[in-house]
């Protein structure tokens, strides 16, 4: 029965006996009964109608046979001929079509058996037109052929439409059978057949057809079911296209291939046509169902490796797998993505593992789903008019899932998952402006249970992971892993999750923290990054460590919501040296703070986030703080470390009234305060050992400096420099507007060492050391040059002038053994009134003390580390043209004095010996009551012979303290010292270093 039978025969009939004359002619339409077989012939003659319709039913105890033409397959009104035969005669059954395209209704044959053989042409062979009930047909063994030659197409039609009980069918690539009903035997030269089932829940089994005899199943109603395939070879014996619908009501169809044990490629779409679904690639055949009436697709693919594809869905579908790791994809780009995907998808494979792919590419609508799991079932839902149906996958059955969103601007909410066999989710992201969210309260991302999800975006897409609500207290680590180009987060389930994403195909990822206390370790960071803190938690995020220095990449953002989230930055192990800046971007209303110079990225954090603890590499560190709101502690290195606090790079920023809390810096080898921008007048700033104290705001703390900077503001400030630590060295920069430095010696260190620098200010400015009247030495030291203010020195305070600029002042005040030591400068004592040249003298002479240079009042370290030198005086309209004289860069009129160190002998002050002063001193020799300028360089009060051989010993010499660059507001760092001390090199002198001290 498996081959096509040649039409060219001759029948049964033809050779029992010649052809039988029939009235109408010798080949009209007729029926006889011969040796026991009842035969039916049609029309032979080719040039009239030879269109029968024939029907063969019982009536009582006989047969009738209804014969004549037709329309359509129904009898043409007053032209049918009944023959009747009693069916205790008959045998056998068989009916020779003939010519035409005829129509031949089985009725009932009571049990005889059935050959009905089909013309040349076009024949419909129906079983129970009639009476739709195949068990009223008490049909014995019926075989079909399919006529005997021409391109005919002749086609079965099977009735059983009602039946009310429900059935089994069986449909074979060789017969049709029923319980009760005989069924029937066909060959190749049937061209398509027909069932219509009845109106209960009936069963239909097709384990195989025959190649090119597709094959109609239809209903009259009934939730049916059609099982395709068998158990030797799956579906591999399905050679012709079967197509399934069930108008009244809904059918099932379970397509299982799962005997094949090679793997093939099978897709579901639309078929192009009409109402109508196909499965291609499981059978050599196409399967077809009208959506309308298909209550569900069940899909078992074979044992081999399968890919399958759904395009399209317009009934619920289940795919499922005999074995083997499979892939499915639902949705394809040329069918708009998910945009045919109308009706509710699951995938399983319940003997192994499914990849499972859910392509929305080449869709442009906007999508808004959401993908969770319940009880083991993982289903993406979308939201929306243009929406798709669920798709499901089950936990156990799928290693690897993959989202790929469309053209839209999508919302993607990862809620909770599982995936079985170590499995992953990836999310591709590459179209569109999409929002990807993971994680979803109560439990946060405890409930992403897979190994790894990794994200990749189109550059605009935006990744939240939500740990909101979750309370375990995990160790979350973030780094970049360059081998991969991939940015991962790490530690925050139970599961042991990798979140993953792409930073360049990403505009931002953020991280929202649960409930626990959590300690967020970031490592490296590329793209923008953003970690939020959640109502209850109190987070420790850690940047770097002493194994792993941080390498930040675009943005770290870090927020917390009604707790104090802490940050601590670990730079040990970086070599080189970092340039940090701290600071907001608004000072005025105060906004996150900013943190550059770990990477080529930035840290932002909110204002109840903390910074704790900043702890630099080994390489010179530069630290600038322009704000900071939170007690923080800075730990230097083994580098040369600078802090500055207020941005002296920035004009309008250099102040530390942003700095608002107490600071601690360890191990800087300089600290700077920066003021100058500060709006405050009359403040009083301090320094305790090596705590700055600032008016108004908390103190900064520092410990292990060797240089501590403060540049007043320029609206004007006092500064107490109560004690300082041994080996720290404080230096001042007075501002724009009138400053007080105050050594007031209040501490019991060994010296109060301060440098205040001459910053060329237009204020008049007041230095006071050794205010009170015990302590040790306040030392304070005037660097750079271009100075103006006062100085009082007093009990055993003492004030150096360091460098070969100039001092213009219009006090100068002594008291015990508090001394100035004018070093290289050039001083102008400028008065008014009576004049000062005799107090001048007076502080002199006791400074000098026989020589020594170590009394009370003014001296000249350099004058007593050289014979030759001495300090001299005079007043200006002596030494200088009459009127305003410009002298060592300063505006000098009459009334002033002038001092300087220089050669003896030297009466003018020029810093030469020559004739000029052989004549100032021979014009006041033997006088007494003489001063420097007329020649009294031994200060006795006359010029004598021994004023004669100091001028003549320094004759032709030259004394020249060339005046220094101005400094900027942050000084030379100083050099080690290994004696124990400091050294500060400003200009041409060695300031308050071991060597330096008097």
């Not at 360890?666 to 709006?679: A, M, S, T, Y």
């Not at 230095?767 to 030392?779: K, M, Q």
Request: charged share 15%.
């Amino acid at each position: 029965m498996g081959r096509k039978r040649s039409k060219a025969r001759i029948t049964l009939a033809e050779s029992l006996e010649p052809r039988r004359m029939l009235a109408g002619g010798p080949e009209a339409v007729g029926a006889f009964v011969s040796n026991g077989t009842l035969f039916v012939l049609g029309n032979t003659n080719p040039f009239e109608s030879a269109s029968d319709c024939i029907v063969i039913d019982t009536v009582g105890s006989q047969f009738r046979v209804s014969y004549g033409p037709h329309f359509a397959g129904t009898f043409i009104s007053g032209s049918t001929v009944h023959q009747f035969f009693d069916t205790a005669g008959v045998t056998r059954i068989e009916v020779n079509t003939y010519e035409g395209d005829d129509y031949i209704y089985i009725e009932n044959t009571s049990g005889r058996n059935l050959v009905i053989n089909s013309g040349p042409d076009s024949d419909r062979i129906q079983f129970s037109n009639a009476s739709g009930n195949l068990s009223l047909q008490n049909a014995g063994v019926i075989s079909l052929a399919g006529g005997s030659g021409g391109n005919d197409f002749d086609t079965v039609v099977v009735n059983d439409h009602n039946t009310l009980s429900a059935q089994t069918y069986s449909i074979t690539l060789a017969r049709f059978d029923r319980p009760g009903w005989a069924g029937f035997s066909y060959a190749g030269d049937i061209e398509s057949l027909t069932l219509v089932t009845g109106k209960g829940a009936d069963t239909v089994n097709v384990p195989s057809t025959f190649t090119g005899q597709p094959i109609d199943i239809a209903s009259a109603g009934g939730a049916d079911v059609v099982n395709l395939g068998n158990v030797a070879n799956g579906m591999r014996s399905i050679n012709a296209n079967i197509r399934i619908s069930n108008s009244p009501s809904f059918t099932t169809i379970n397509a299982n291939s799962g005997a094949d044990t090679l793997g093939r490629g099978w897709s579901v779409d639309d078929a192009g046509f009409g109402n109508f679904d196909r499965l291609n690639g499981l059978a050599p055949a196409s399967i077809l169902w009208n959506v309308s009436d298909i209550s569900s697709v069940n899909i078992t693919t074979g044992q081999g490796v399968d890919t399958g594809t759904i395009a399209s869905t317009r009934a619920t579908l289940r795919a499922n797998s005999a074995g083997e790791r499979d892939t499915v994809f639902v949705g394809s780009p040329i069918r708009g993505g998910l945009s045919q995907i109308l009706a509710p998808v699951t995938i399983e494979n319940s003997p192994s593992f499914s990849a499972v792919v859910i392509d929305d590419t080449g869709n442009s609508n906007q999508r808004v789903a959401t993908l969770t799991n319940v009880s083991g079932l993982n289903t993406l839902k979308h939201f929306g008019a243009s929406a798709p149906a669920d798709i499901r996958f089950r936990t156990s059955d799928t290693s690897h899932v993959t989202i790929r969103t469309g053209a839209g601007s999508d919302d993607l909410s990862i809620d909770s998952i599982g995936l079985a066999d170590a499995g992953q989710l990836f999310i591709d992201s590459v179209d569109g402006s999409d929002v990807v969210q993971i994680g979803k309260a109560p439990l946060g991302t405890q409930d992403i249970a897979v190994q790894k999800v990794t994200v990749n975006g189109s550059g605009a897409s935006n990744l939240f992971i939500r740990d909101t609500g979750s309370t375990d207290s995990d160790a979350p680590v973030l780094k970049f892993h360059a081998g991969t180009g991939e940015q991962r987060l790490t530690g925050i389930n139970f599961w042991g999750t990798t979140f993953a994403w792409n930073p360049t195909q990403m505009a931002s990822a953020s991280f929202h923290t649960g409930q626990g206390s959590r300690t967020i370790d970031v490592r490296s960071t590329r793209g923008a990054i953003y970690i939020l803190g959640t109502t209850g938690s109190t987070n420790l995020i850690t940047i770097g460590s002493g194994a792993s220095a941080p390498d930040l990449g675009t943005l770290l953002d870090i927020s917390s919501f009604n707790n104090n989230s802490t940050i601590e930055i670990d730079d040990t192990a970086t070599t080189t040296g970092r340039s940090i800046v701290i600071d907001e971007f608004d000072h005025v209303t105060p906004s996150a703070t900013e943190l550059t110079g770990l990477g080529a990225g930035l840290v932002r954090f909110t204002q109840n986030v903390r910074l704790r603890t900043f702890l630099t590499g080994s390489g010179n560190n530069d630290i600038r703080v322009g704000a900071l709101r939170s007690d923080t502690t800075f730990v230097g290195s083994t580098g040369f470390d600078t802090i500055h606090f207020g941005r002296d790079d920035v004009p309008g920023s250099r102040t530390s009234q942003w700095v608002t809390h107490s600071v601690f810096t360890i191990g800087f080898e300089h600290v700077q305060l920066n003021e100058q921008d500060r709006p405050l007048a009359g403040g009083v700033f301090s320094i305790l050992g090596s705590r700055l104290q600032r008016p108004s705001f908390p103190d900064i703390e520092t410990f292990g400096v060797v240089e501590l900077h403060v540049a007043l503001p320029d609206a004007g400030a006092t500064i107490d420099v109560l004690t300082l630590n041994p080996n720290l060295t404080a230096v001042v920069h007075s501002g724009a507007a009138t400053d007080f430095i105050n050594v007031p010696q209040t501490g019991s260190t060994s010296g109060v060492r301060v440098v205040a620098a001459g910053d060329g200010s237009t204020g008049y400015d007041f230095i006071d050391a050794g205010i009170s009247s015990f302590g040790a030495d306040a030392r304070v030291a005037i660097a750079d040059g271009g100075y103006r203010g006062s100085i009082s020195a007093r009990n055993t305070g003492m004030v150096q002038a360091s460098g070969a600029g100039t001092i213009w002042t219009q006090s100068l005040s002594f008291a015990g053994n508090g001394h100035f030591d004018i070093g290289a400068a050039a001083v102008v004592y400028d008065y008014a009134g009576a004049s000062l040249e005799a107090q001048v003298r007076s502080d002199i002479l006791a400074g000098f003390n026989a020589g020594a240079w170590n009394g009370p009042g003014i001296r000249s370290q350099l004058a007593a580390m050289s014979a030759n030198l001495t300090v001299g005086y005079a007043e200006a309209a002596a030494v200088l043209s009459p009127g305003t004289t410009l002298w060592h860069g300063v505006d000098v009129d009459d009334t002033a004095v002038l001092l300087r160190a220089t050669l003896g002998g030297d009466a003018n002050l020029d810093g030469n010996v020559n004739l000029d002063d052989f004549t100032s001193l021979a014009a006041s020799f033997g006088v007494p009551g003489r001063v420097f300028s007329q020649g009294d360089f031994t200060f006795d009060g006359e010029v004598s012979l021994n004023d004669f051989t100091i001028l003549a010993s320094n004759f032709g010499g030259t004394f020249a303290s060339q005046p220094i660059a101005r400094s900027s507001l942050a000084q030379p760092r100083p050099a080690s010292n290994p004696a124990g001390g400091s050294r500060m090199t400003m200009g041409s002198d060695v300031l308050l270093g071991d060597a330096g001290r008097a």
